[in-house]
């Protein structure tokens, strides 16, 4: 994906043979038409249809607007020419939405103007059209491969990265610790493989570490001010997207590598999701859980062009796992506080950003194919006996396909996180009994069981890396 540059250009005066007298202002008293001319104009096109142009001109005015009753906007083919008006502003506001098709070499020319007429200097700045670009497929790894992030435990900075090589079936328990020579840091929360690199946030050091498909560290994106407090990725044209704890969702630059751009949205905010142009994010609340405030019960929607939250959808309390389906559906498992408010499944409905308590069923854990979703399910019975559920939903027929999709026989005793890959078609499910290395058991479609192997403390994650 191109960058989204922004073109700084210094004002360009000419002087024109001829004077526009198409603005028009009720003052009469001026002496004459403005000579003043604005500096510092600035666009950048944030639509990628070719040949089709949005987002917002600004620039600087001149110290001496006394003489100036608007600015005037104009199309240019060669940044000279006044050849097509888009609009005008009053003297005081130095921005303008910009919406409309161009040709190739086009450019946005700034005038001042008063009810003499337009000035005959005027500033342009050229448009670079930004069109698409497909994010490149990962390189192959030993012929492809999965990684697993292990969280460690908090604290003891003993987070990993585990890589199972699909050719040879063989594991290498710490990736990142062989490649770079040093740790991976404390309490690693998630990961995301995207074009050509992997994303991991590591909660407890601070840190978003960026590395290539090699496990080797590229950067680490560090705060400069308040704690980063990383959790959960999801990326979108690239760019990719990141919870932070303390209450933002900040956006990454894929090429600088550096966060463009943060938003507030609620209280110690969870997963998050991008369905129809809009990113979901669950806010948990999760460190009020033991104050009169509580947990939070809202999903913050952030509009996705602008980066701004636009409403927050009142959901069951302490909402922390979401995913998304083929249709655009959003589903959402509120973790409930563990007592007289159960975990609870719903349905995000993202046309209208409704939220339904989906009864037929319920999950702890999710994950999701695009047509099917895959959940763990845990609670207790009166007795204090663990009762475990993987349970597999058609997300587009909105039903239960089977309350155990493990069809073998195989038993997984103490469950953590689960995973699927639309890809393989492959389900993770990790365990942990929160102090000794987890194990990782991988199923094909059919629910039966195709390796388990020994992975880092507390696996939290299970991503596949294309051949």
């Known amino acids: 994906m191109k960058k989204r540059n922004f073109f700084w250009v210094s004002a360009l005066c000419v002087l024109m043979s001829f004077v526009f007298t198409g603005c028009e202002d009720e003052d009469e008293n001026l002496p004459s038409a403005p000579t003043e001319v604005v500096t510092g104009v600035t666009f950048s096109d944030t639509d990628q249809t070719e040949g089709f142009i949005k987002g917002i001109l600004e620039w600087i005015a001149p110290e001496d607007v006394s003489n100036i009753t608007k600015y005037v906007i104009y199309l240019s083919a060669d940044g000279k020419g006044r050849d097509m008006k888009l609009g005008e502003v009053e003297v005081g506001t130095n921005s303008y939405a910009i919406e409309t098709s161009i040709t190739a070499d086009t450019y946005i020319v700034v005038v001042t103007c008063n009810a003499q007429g337009e000035s005959e200097a005027l500033a342009s700045v ?10 490149p497929e990962p390189e192959p790894i030993d012929n492809g ?3 697993f992030l292990n969280s460690g435990k908090m604290g003891s900075n003993n987070a990993s990265l585990s890589c199972f090589n699909l050719n040879t079936l063989t594991m290498t328990v710490d990736t990142f610790m062989n490649v770079n020579e040093r740790g991976l840091g404390d309490t690693a929360n998630d990961m995301i493989v995207y074009g050509s690199k992997m994303y991991i946030a590591v909660y407890n050091s601070n840190i978003i570490e960026v590395a290539d498909l090699s496990g080797k560290s590229i950067k680490q994106i560090k705060s ?11 990326a979108n044209e690239g760019k990719v997207y990141v919870s932070l704890y303390d209450g933002y969702v900040a956006r990454l630059d894929t090429a600088s590598l550096e966060i463009e751009q943060k938003v507030k949205v609620g209280r110690n905010p969870e997963q998050l999701v991008v369905a129809n142009n809009k990113l979901y994010v669950a806010n948990s609340g999760g460190l009020d859980y033991n104050t009169p405030v509580g947990y939070d019960k809202t999903v913050s929607v952030i509009d996705l062009a602008s980066f701004q939250e636009t409403k927050k959808i009142e959901v069951i309390t302490n909402p922390v796992n979401l995913v998304t389906d083929s249709q655009g559906d959003v589903y959402l498992v509120s973790m409930g506080d563990y007592g007289a408010i159960p975990n609870t499944f719903q349905r995000i409905d993202t046309k209208t950003d409704e939220a339904t308590v989906i009864t037929e069923t319920n999950a702890t854990e999710m994950a999701s ?9 845990s609670q207790y019975d009166a007795n204090w ?12 027929n909105e039903k239960i396909i089977s309350d155990n999709f493990i069809t073998d026989g195989t038993t997984i005793a103490k469950p953590y996180k689960i995973g699927a890959d639309p890809i393989t078609g492959y389900i993770y499910i990790t365990a942990s009994d929160y102090k000794t290395n987890g194990d990782v058991y991988a199923f094909d479609a059919s629910g039966k069981k195709l390796f388990q192997f020994e992975v880092g403390l507390n696996p939290v994650k299970a991503v596949f890396v294309k051949r």
């Open 385 to 396: 006996n663990q009762i475990i559920s993987f349970i597999s939903y058609d997300a587009i």
């Open 126 to 135: 050229k448009i670079q059209d930004l069109t698409p670009e497909p994010e």
């Open 369 to 377: 194919t695009g047509d099917k979703l895959y959940m763990i399910y």
């Open 145 to 147: 491969g999965i990684y």
């Open 224 to 234: 400069s001010g308040d704690a980063l407090l990383p959790r959960f990725f999801t």
